[in-house]
């Protein structure tokens, strides 16, 4: 076996665990840090600039972390490209600014990373769940990670009439309806999953509609990515609130679940009955927050910029820099939103509203 | 932590515990200073234009512009007296709002104020009006009849935070063309408009009740609505979202004076690039990087620099990059809270990564930041904050085409070039929308009387009143001398 075969082996069984130490983490993380250096030639140059050579990365902190625009400007692979690959993209608005690109040779690693975390965070238990979806499925959207997912939740863990409820024409309003109505009767427990912004736009249909359900216990909603301009700007209380008005799912089962594109690992929360709730992952992915120019991990307490080391990111790079802040808290940590490009105090132009005018 | 608090603005005619006060908490190296800042209600807003107004009537407008220089010139020696109260008060807590370098700020406000005394203020006036004297009564005009410039009727400021102390520009401004005025605080620097007015009616103190300094939050509600109905000139600082929005609720009457968003940038020509000089150049381009951490209007984003001389390009990249990192031990940058961090972050983030003709140079976390492309590249904005752009150009002409692409946004450009060169880019970069043109090392220190955005500071604010000829002639037959 030769060594990136043997590693992918090692980095399956490590997902397979039901855990690890430290040490088990820094292992592979720095086997896959040396893999990516010896193999992405633009991480390699990154990581030189920084000065983070095999030698001086002593533990899986130490990997110098990538800005998710470098998914952008360049490829980031260790493997060659292959006709077979696929290539989730991020949401790019309007076209003008670069999506950024994550490529998977293979997916057995993403999949198994999704597999696992979700039969434990979503499913808790349940092996089947009928599934409504609210987001176009993968034959519409091949490059997004979030269709996906979502295929993959309603292949893995979906009962047999489990449907997609965003079609090309729009929301399916009455399949919907009836979908749920079913489960009322049926009294088994039904899961809807989607983007926060489809989810508002369910709400909005059914109060206008003046319609509202009570889904049987062991019912669980799954939103995700926020609203992204996509729907009205809805307070995250009112959104579970709403949630838990129209469909009868209490807050402690809304799961909220954080990814990105350029992550292969997801994170979840426990409910949302108090917010922000506390987002976690699993054994094979560790952040750190950091203060954004130096990198330098910021004091317990204060917010910082979010890192993710993700070991199921083995082709492109385990460590990435987000524009997400958030805080430690008890169990994982909070999300606080994006950072915003700072607004400029006076008459002196600032790079988003420089981008902002050049695009109008 | 130490807690001190400040009361802010000026409220002529309105006792402290009539109006409601709302608090901007600052933070600085275990101090918290907390300034209070009046909001208004629709009523006492209208009856403070009244009274502001009538206070004008009977005081400013009665002073021959003179008097007011001679006033201003005594509210200027006070704040460049270190040991005046004011200044005093300007040195604590201005670092404190701002959070610049206390030295940095010092030397700056001096600066500042200096091009505020009586001489600077008569060529300011003489700068717009050839016969000041058109401000205080009728005067000959040469096409016969006369003429006189009145100022507005109520002259409404609305000030940025970004650079301190910088509504003294507007006041001053105003109180030349005799105009009653309420001023509009930045809640980043919520200060010196307040203390100016309080110092004015200390010198003079008829003056008290002609200027009046408020708050509101955000763009206000119908308080300010109230406030806008009653103005004839209103005078904004800001950026162009919220100038357009500001735009919107003005009456079709009012005159409207902008300063939105701009973008300076400098050329270093050939002839500034021997070993000698290069060096010095780079040093005062690093000066003005360095003022007021680049917030200002006319502060620079971009230098681009010619290749063909001694001194290559990425040379002078980094002879900026050896006196920025000087200037940090003598000036510290302010610290960045998280969002701009990031901002700074994304911004070097995107040089290295971008092309590989860009390159970043010193250690990626330190207080500033210098990228340098070998090849032209379009006039962007830097993450602000002490990052700066230096670009290599075979010819500096090559630079105008590429800066005319963004002619809104064009006000300072610094030249560091022989005599017929200035002249020469000057007549190319003023036709692409550049308004001033400055040394290297004064891009961030405008002169006294320099014509802001390219108009004319005090005749933007008048209406001049005509006697045409006809009128004189007609009086003639009515004279108790007419034969």
Known sequence: MDKAASLLADLLAFIAMDGCTDKQFDQLALRLFAYQYENNAPFRSFCQRRGATLRKVKTWSDIPAVPIDAFKAMELRSEPALPTERVFMTSGTTGRAARGRHFHPRLDVYDLSMTRNFARRFMSGAQRLSMGILFPDEQAMPNSSLAHYLALARSEFGAADSRCFLTPEGLDLPGLCAALEQAERTGRAYALLGASFSLVHVMDALREQGRGFRLPAGSRILDTGGYKGQSRELPLEDFYAGLEELLGVPRTHCINMYGMTELSTQFYDDGNAVLPSVKSGPHWIRSRLVEPVTGRSVAPGERGILVHCDLANYNSVTTILTEDVGQWAEGGFLLLGRAEGAVAKGCSLAVEEFVKAAAA | ?483
């Open chain 2, 1 to 483: 932590m130490k807690v001190e608090r400040i009361t802010a603005g000026h409220l002529p005619g309105l006792r402290d515990d009539e109006v409601q006060w709302h608090v901007l908490p600052f933070e600085r190296d275990g101090l918290r200073l907390e300034v209070s800042v009046p909001m208004l209600t629709a009523a006492q807003m209208q009856a403070l234009a009244q009274r502001v107004r009538g206070a004008a009537d009977r005081h400013l407008r009665t002073m021959p512009v003179a008097e007011i220089i001679d006033v201003i010139d005594r509210a200027i020696a006070r704040l460049l007296d270190r040991n005046d109260p004011f200044r005093r008060e300007a040195e604590a807590w201005l670092p404190v709002v701002s959070g610049y370098d206390a030295d940095m700020l010092r030397l700056g406000l001096t600066g500042y104020f200096k091009t505020f005394r009586a001489p600077q203020l008569r060529r300011f006036v003489a700068e717009d009006f050839a016969n000041p004297a058109v401000l205080d009564g009728f005067q000959p005009a040469p096409k016969g009849g006369a003429v006189r410039a009145f100022g507005p009727d109520l002259l409404v400021h609305v000030w940025a935070g970004n650079v301190p102390a910088l509504s003294l520009w507007s006041l001053v401004c105003g109180l030349l063309v005799k105009a009653p005025g309420i001023g509009k605080l930045a809640s980043a620097e919520p200060l010196f408009a307040g203390w100016f007015a309080r110092l004015l009616a200390e010198v003079h103190p008829p003056l008290a009740d002609c200027l009046a300094v408020v708050w509101w939050r955000g763009a206000g509600g119908e308080e300010v609505d109230a406030l806008y109905a009653q103005a004839d000139t209103v005078l904004a600082y800001g950026g162009n979202d919220t100038l357009a929005a500001l735009r919107q609720r003005l009456p079709m009457t009012a005159r409207f004076l902008p300063h939105g968003h701009k973008l300076g940038f400098g050329l270093v020509g050939a002839a500034a690039l021997d070993a000698l000089k290069a060096p010095a150049v780079a040093r005062l381009a690093a000066w003005d990087v360095m003022r007021y951490d680049q917030q200002g209007c006319y502060s620079p984003h971009v230098f681009y620099v010619e290749r063909g001389a001694p001194v290559p390009p990425r040379a002078f990249a980094d002879y900026l990059a050896a006196e920025l990192a000087n200037l940090q031990q003598r000036f510290a940058r302010r610290p960045l809270d998280l969002a701009e961090g990031a901002a700074v972050a994304k911004w070097q983030q995107a040089v290295e990564w971008g092309s590989d003709d860009q390159v970043l140079i010193g250690p990626v976390d330190a207080p500033w930041s210098v990228a340098y492309g070998d090849s032209l590249q379009a006039l962007a904005p830097t993450a602000l904050y002490r990052t700066i752009t230096v670009v290599g150009v075979d010819r500096l002409d090559e630079v105008v085409p590429v800066v005319a692409k963004q002619r809104a946004f064009l006000q300072t450009a610094g030249i560091a070039a022989s005599p017929e060169e200035l002249y020469r880019l000057a007549s190319l970069l003023g036709a692409a929308g550049v308004t001033r043109i400055s040394a290297i090392g004064a891009m961030s220190m405008p002169e006294a009387g320099w014509h802001h955005d390219g108009r004319f500071n005090l005749i933007d604010l008048v209406r001049m009143t005509e006697i045409e000829q006809s009128a004189e002639a007609a009086a003639q037959p009515f004279a108790p001398y007419a034969d």
